[in-house]
């Protein structure tokens, strides 16, 4: 039997779950929800926005968090129109985007929400993330928050007075870079990006999908595109320079992997290449145009 908590321990579960709101995005992510559902402290209120999954995602999330808002969309949106749904309900002074194949360690949100106090000027909080072989998450005794230049989109805890007028997540990105998008705008606004050393999550690192409704080159393909966007969108920011240099290097790559014959990494290589090219030639458009958002 678990020892019952403290007074202090009691006032801060109470603090959290009155201020921060969790937003979750999830596209068949039956596999992986329930741990992290479970690992949101008891009383914070949690929105999912399903992504129009085919497997068992909203069933398990009304099991696992019957109180949780749900939104079930008829078509896939993306990651970060999705997670745009959630946070434009949030009425809390918080808000923190957890992806659904990452697990909190119980303190983290907690700790987060106590750094943002500190410094009220951070508009997104970010933590120490651990991935699948990480053994385990026994809470840290660094108590240190350094300011970084970007933090990952799979936990993001965010002051929505600071991050509202910017938009949240920029709508035309599907997945990937929206986080780096969003980093960027914080940043140019004159906020800042806080990472607390101290909490701690374990992120299993892409399988927030399940497998059998995922392929790796569709989502390389996409991530191209996406890269693409975001360089003609920061084309004079020295971010989206070194951005648009990263996929000219992908060629010289792929052509080497092929000559070792590495086919598996050249054909990934190449599949965001010709994302790139794709957005390069269509423009916007080609955002969507995805098998994901097609299912």
Known sequence: MSAAPSVEEAAIDNDVSRRV????????SAHVIRATLEAIPTGVHVIVVDNASRDQTVTLVRGARPQAKIYAQALNVGFGPGCNVGLADVTTE???VINPDLVVAPTAIARCLAAADQMPDAAIVGCRQR???????????????SDVESLSGAFMFMRIALVR???FFDPNLFLY?????????VR?????????????????????TATS???QLEKMRIWGQSCAYFAEKHKDHPIGQRVAR????????????RLLCQFDAAAELEARIQGFKEYQAGGVATLRDNLFARR
């Open 246 to 257: 990263k996929v000219r290097s992908y060629t010289r790559r792929a052509r080497i992997k």
């Open 188 to 208: 140019l606004a004159g906020h800042r990006l806080i990472e607390v050393a101290a909490a701690r999550v374990q992120h299993l690192g892409g399988k927030s």
């Open 165 to 167: 007028p910017l938009g």
């Open 131 to 145: 991935d699948a072989q990480a053994a385990a998450l026994a809470p840290a005794s660094d108590a240190a928050v």
């Open 177 to 185: 870079f929206e986080d780096s998008d969003l980093n960027l705008r």
């Open 21 to 28: 709101t969790a937003v979750i995005t999830t596209y068949n």
């Open 213 to 215: 409704h995922d392929s």
């Open 94 to 96: 918080f808000a923190v």
